[in-house]
């Protein structure tokens, strides 16, 4: 079985440019979840999403930033107009229903962004 | 937003000896998590903890969750080289955000050989 797949793993980007970064959840799984890891810190939660449904976006900074899970594709966070403080390791994870206590969801091996 | 408080931030110790860290939190949780991320990886679930005064081992690894809901300890013994990385504690709170998880800041552990 294959895990959560991240890409691209790094990512460079300059100022102003938009970064996509890709998520494909473990197989049979439906629910993506995405993280955000600045230098030197813990894991802060971004957005919660089901196929073709966002569930909570309360982590998401309200603007430049979306994200979306289609029914057929990965998952993607979409950042625009990207800009320094936006370098971080970005970090997705499944699980194949809403969380409960059978349910912990895995996660990928993230994508590093750097915006020069 | 929510924090949970994780110590020590970093610790250096010799192979063979035993590691203890903690997290505490302001707030009650009902999970705690406790995670491995080594350099240029997402975090890997190293034990799960879903009662109160609950006692979970894991090979040398063992890891509590607190009577009052609000703290949770990792301890690691007789450490050995690829136990280096950074641990992080996570929790769960209860209601209808349960699916979020609030991390830590991390412990940097080293082990020299």
């Known amino acids: 079985n294959a895990g959560v797949m991240q890409n691209p793993r790094h990512l460079v980007r300059r100022r102003g440019q938009e970064a996509r970064l890709r998520c494909s959840p473990m197989?049979?799984?439906?629910?993506v979840y995405w993280y955000r890891q600045l230098p030197e810190e813990g894991l802060k939660f971004m957005v919660y999403l089901q196929k073709e449904n966002i569930i909570d976006e309360s982590g998401m900074p309200k603007e430049r930033f979306s994200a979306e899970f289609p029914k057929e594709g990965p998952s993607i966070l979409r950042i625009q107009q990207v800009v320094r403080g936006d370098s971080a390791a970005y970090f997705c994870?499944?699980?194949?229903?809403?969380?409960?206590?059978?349910?912990?969801?895995?996660f990928g091996q993230g994508t590093r962004l750097t915006v020069v | 937003g929510q924090q949970l408080n994780q110590s020590p931030q970093s610790m250096f110790i010799q192979e063979g000896e035993d590691v203890s860290m903690n997290c505490t939190s302001s707030?009650?949780?009902?999970?705690w998590l406790w995670y491995k991320q080594d350099p240029g990886e997402g975090p890997v679930l190293l034990i799960a903890l879903y009662k109160a005064g609950e006692l979970t081992s894991n090979g040398r690894l063992t890891a509590q969750f607190g009577i009052t809901r609000k703290d949770s300890f990792l301890n690691i013994s007789a450490s050995i080289p690829s136990d280096v990385g950074i641990y992080f504690c996570?929790?769960?709170?209860?209601?209808?955000?349960?699916?979020?998880?609030?991390f830590g800041k991390g412990t940097l552990l080293t082990v020299n050989p």
């Open positions: 707030s009650i949780f009902n999970t």
């Open positions: 996570a929790g769960h709170k209860t209601g209808g955000s349960n699916y979020k998880l609030t």
């Open positions: 994870a499944s699980s194949p229903a809403r969380r409960n206590e059978n349910t912990e969801a895995f």
């Open positions: 197989k049979g799984h439906s629910h």
